[in-house]
């Protein structure tokens, strides 16, 4: 309450008791019968009454319903941080009111289009706690699973997505977004195996849904393809270079078998075409660059061997293992000029792109450190030569995915590590609109 304000919460169902009882008892006699009064349910009405400098007083009168419908009306003007106010206001002014439950959710659409997560994640929290009967509790409980992903918060978001997943009555897409949530949960754990099958059986979930009643939008399959594609990625970046040449080549040969499985996967990721979302094509293609640029730092950095350590020899041996390896970063250049091109082509707003200019800047800017010549072993012979990935289907424009932060000049991009942030799902973004009112009580907004 503001200083210099008067406030008194006056539940209507009380006030209209009192009036029905009064007029009732002023036309009966002390022996005659009386009809039973009938309770009628209102909104509690808060009224403030604030002194005014001239004297007297000025009032005003509002409930749940109206504070709920400004709220709503800055919300749809865009105007969030002032809309989380009021709709704050609702739940500490009107805990019991019907309103709650939607002003709860709605702070957290606002707080998470805010990018503060960890505030959105306490409203659909007690969304789950407050009004744990509300309709509003199992959309919720899927936006608390993802922004506590967006949070890195993985553990929980496991129990969020277990929970969604004893649910009986969820739909087909519901509990394929479930497996998701679970997979990037598993996988931001670093439990890369249990990452890998969840996400594998969440694919077969997808693919095998009826001919007649598949799963359209494809976003959550293309997460779980995501996650797949991740899980090898981590297992090969986490292999480190030993000393000594064979040790050494049995790594590579390790590393570059699992390169070229995440390289699939996210391949498979990008063919995904029934989106209404490109996030994880973007995702996937800057991932694939990703992978060449940080295998090739990795490389350079290995240990030489023991006797060039030194001498004179070192550098030769740098210089020249340069030249092998510097196809790796013309692949490097070559996937994230793809990527970058798929995404000004369809028109997408993300952060991906900026991240993406920023490497290639730098990658381009290493190969012409690099010795002259194509570099590389010598060439293949046609039979023997690989079979060229597929490149990445056209696709519409759409909106905004969220960004990893560019690294210094010169080293390999970092890995910030998880599933990378997606827009909120369209369907959950929509605001609440409140619960069903009775007749006579405060209209809905």
């Not at 994880?280 to 090739?296: F, K, N, P, Q, V």
Request: glycine fraction near 8%.
């Amino acid at each position: 309450m503001l200083k210099g304000q008067y406030g008194l919460g006056l539940g209507r169902s009380f006030v209209a008791a009192l009036l029905m009882c009064v007029s009732g008892c002023a036309g009966a006699g002390k022996n005659e019968t009386t009809t039973p009064t009938k309770r009628v349910e209102f909104e509690e009405l808060r009224i403030n009454a604030k002194a005014k400098q001239g004297g007297g007083y000025e009032f005003e009168s509002y409930d749940a319903g109206d504070l709920f419908k400004r709220a709503t009306d800055l919300l749809n003007a865009q105007k969030c941080q002032e809309a989380v106010t009021l709709y704050d206001r609702v739940v500490s002014e009107f805990e019991s009111s019907e309103y709650v439950s939607a002003a709860l959710y709605n702070a957290g659409l606002c707080l998470q289009a805010l990018g503060n997560f960890a505030g959105a994640a306490e409203h659909y929290a007690n969304v789950r706690k407050l009004r744990p009967q509300s309709d509003d509790v199992k959309d919720s409980s899927f936006l608390l699973a993802e922004v506590l992903i967006q949070l890195e918060r993985f553990k929980d978001a496991q129990g969020i997505a277990d929970e969604l997943l004893a649910r009986e009555e969820l739909s087909q897409e519901e509990r394929l977004e479930a497996m998701a949530r679970r997979a990037q949960s598993l996988l931001g754990q670093g439990q890369l195996d249990d990452a890998e099958r969840y996400a594998q059986s969440a694919l077969s979930y997808f693919r095998t849904r009826p001919k007649d009643n598949p799963i359209r939008d494809e976003f959550f399959a293309a997460a779980c393809n995501y996650v797949l594609a991740e899980s090898f990625r981590s297992r090969e970046e986490s292999l480190v270079f030993p000393d000594g040449l064979e040790p050494q080549k049995q790594v590579l040969i390790r590393r570059a078998q699992l390169l070229l499985q995440a390289q699939r996967e996210y391949f498979n990721t990008i063919q995904f075409q029934n989106l209404d979302n490109l996030h994880w094509a973007a995702a996937a293609g800057y991932r694939i660059g990703h992978m060449y640029d940080e295998l090739w730092h990795a490389v350079m950095a290995a240990p030489v061997p023991a006797n060039l350590k030194g001498t004179e020899g070192e550098k030769v041996y740098h210089e020249e293992l340069a030249k092998l390896i510097k196809p790796l970063i013309r692949h490097a250049i070559r996937y994230w000029e793809m990527t970058l091109m798929f995404i000004e082509r369809t028109g997408m707003k993300t952060t991906w792109g900026e991240k993406t200019k920023a490497d290639l800047a730098r990658v381009r800017g290493l190969l012409l450190e690099q010795p002259p010549g194509e570099g590389g072993l010598p060439p293949a012979q046609p039979q023997a030569a690989a079979k060229a990935m597929p490149a990445g289907p056209a696709m519409t424009p759409q909106p905004a995915a969220p960004a990893l932060q560019p690294s210094a000049t010169g080293e390999a991009a970092q890995d910030e590590g998880g599933p990378p942030k997606e827009p909120t799902r369209r369907g959950r973004g929509a605001a609440k609109q409140g619960e069903e009112e009775p007749p006579s009580a405060a209209p809905s907004p």
